[in-house]
């Protein structure tokens, strides 16, 4: 497996442990951030890019969680869809997955960090701007 540290969840070890992987975290926060109105899409690096080429769906892409001893700080790299409020799209996302993560793993997130890296503009705005030309 690989060599990420995980993250032990359970309080009673009479049954056993139960430990959640960084990758796991970074799923969820991408669900979580694509369930928000606003969001037009998340930025990955090359590796996801091809990936997505070969048809498998990347629902981390976009996410990088840290574990420090501060706690788990988890970045996002989003575009958003224009003429939305930036700051009030960034917050939905931000609580949306703060309270996903809690219902599903009981782990309190230190920070999320949203990072918006673009903007997507209206596609129907472009077609219709060269129909009237």
């Given at each position: 497996m690989s060599d990420q540290p995980l993250l032990n969840v359970s309080d009673n070890t009479e049954l056993g442990k139960v430990e959640i992987a960084p990758d796991v975290i970074e799923i969820i926060a991408g669900i979580a951030a694509s369930e928000i109105d606003g969001l037009s899409s998340m930025r990955g690096n090359f590796a996801t890019g091809v990936v997505e080429r070969f048809g498998k769906k990347s629902h981390s892409k976009g996410v990088k969680v840290e574990l420090t001893e501060a706690g788990i700080v988890i970045d996002l790299y989003v575009v958003l869809n224009f003429g939305v409020s930036i700051p009030q799209v960034a917050q939905s996302?931000?609580?949306?997955?703060?309270?996903?993560?809690?219902?599903?793993?009981?782990?309190?997130?230190?920070?999320?960090?949203?990072?918006?890296?673009?903007?997507?503009?209206?596609?129907q705005t472009d077609s219709e701007e060269e129909n009237i030309e």
């Amino acid at each position: 497996m690989s060599d990420q540290p995980l993250l032990n969840v359970s309080d009673n070890t009479e049954l056993g442990k139960v430990e959640i992987a960084p990758d796991v975290i970074e799923i969820i926060a991408g669900i979580a951030a694509s369930e928000i109105d606003g969001l037009s899409s998340m930025r990955g690096n090359f590796a996801t890019g091809v990936v997505e080429r070969f048809g498998k769906k990347s629902h981390s892409k976009g996410v990088k969680v840290e574990l420090t001893e501060a706690g788990i700080v988890i970045d996002l790299y989003v575009v958003l869809n224009f003429g939305v409020s930036i700051p009030q799209v960034a917050q939905s996302i931000q609580n949306n997955i703060r309270q996903t993560l809690k219902n599903m793993t009981a782990l309190e997130i230190d920070e999320i960090n949203i990072h918006v890296v673009g903007v997507q503009m209206d596609p129907q705005t472009d077609s219709e701007e060269e129909n009237i030309e």
